[in-house]
């Protein structure tokens, strides 16, 4: 990785890090507990565009690390690297598919991905296959929080193809 990816990484990282923050001091968007925009996802979607799959992984990570260590538990670790790490999955596995003007949908795919793989840790830290059932809850919420992810992602990477920033 050259110096300029580095910093763009760690920029990414960093305002990935802030808006993780801000979102977290937002009251619950729904009555179904966990429900999220995650609106931090929208850096990890830009940052696959503008500099590539090695950066937008290197950014998730350390968002993850730091916003585990300066806001969470040893718990919330588990289940943001087991939901982060689906979604990067599902990004790249998907990313060729679609095309840019597509991004929304793109954005319900890694959100449904995150979920998934965040059931997947509670069901293995609570040995306990009905905890599955609330992923049926979660599929509508990665619809609607997902298709409005990857709209903003989608403008976020016009306004920096347009200008010239990147």
Excluded at 71 to 93: D, E, N, R, T
Excluded at 155 to 163: A, G, P, Q, R
Aim: some cysteine.
């Amino acid at each position: 990785m050259n110096t300029r990816k580095i910093v763009l990484t760690a920029l990414f990282s960093a305002v990935a890090l802030g808006i993780y923050v801000l979102e977290s001091m937002i009251a619950p968007i729904s009555a179904i507990p966990g429900v999220k925009l995650g609106l931090a996802n929208v850096v990890t979607l830009v940052a696959v565009y503008t500099i590539g799959k090695r950066g937008a992984f290197a950014t998730l990570i350390i968002r993850i690390a730091l916003s585990s260590l300066l806001f969470g538990h040893m718990m919330s670790f588990f289940f943001s690297l087991a939901g982060g790490i689906a979604c990067y999955g599902a990004v790249c596995a998907f990313q060729k598919l679609l095309d840019r003007s597509q991004m929304w949908a793109l954005g319900i795919i890694s959100a449904f991905a995150h979920n998934l793989g965040q059931i997947i840790v509670a069901i293995a830290i609570t040995s306990q296959l009905a905890v599955a059932y609330y992923f049926l809850f979660m599929i509508l919420a990665s619809i609607i929080t997902g298709a409005f992810t990857g709209v903003c992602a989608m403008y976020c990477v016009k306004i920096l193809e347009k200008s010239k920033i990147l």
